[in-house]
């Protein structure tokens, strides 16, 4: 007994349904697209604040944060000023570069106190990171 399928395998395919592919294809590009955008980056949140003449600097040797609560970052650890102060001297013995991330809400205080404290151990290169418009 030859069943009627088995026939038309036998004489040859008359086209092939790829409908069942493109659907697998399309859930797989959907899945992708919406895993990556689950994964998040660990990081402080920072407002930055606004500024039209802002140039691109393309690398900095050591961040600075200060978040809105006043708070102090070095490269991701929380430092007093102390601290910071200290890493800074090291900083400065090896000519390193700063960037300074501040929050629009950061004490002006605060920023000018981290510069004052940079510039005074010897760093010669100390930069605001702002957002442009």
């Not at 929050?103 to 010669?124: C, F, K, M, T």
Request: charged share 25%.
């Amino acid at each position: 007994m030859r069943f009627k399928g088995r026939m038309e395998l036998e004489h040859g395919l008359k086209q092939i349904d790829i409908a069942p592919l493109i659907d697998i294809v399309f859930q797989l590009l959907i899945f992708f697209m919406l895993t990556s955008s689950f994964i998040m980056q660990p990081g402080i949140k920072v407002s930055l604040p606004k500024a039209v003449t802002s140039e691109v600097v393309k690398y900095e040797d050591i961040e600075i944060l200060v978040t809105g609560e006043n708070v102090t970052y070095f490269n991701g650890k929380v430092v007093t000023i102390q601290e910071l102060k200290n890493l800074l001297k090291q900083a400065a013995g090896r000519e390193q570069n700063i960037l300074i991330k501040a929050d629009r809400r950061a004490s002006l205080g605060r920023v000018v106190e981290v510069w004052d404290l940079a510039r005074d151990l010897g760093i010669a290169q100390i930069n605001i990171a702002t957002d442009q418009e």
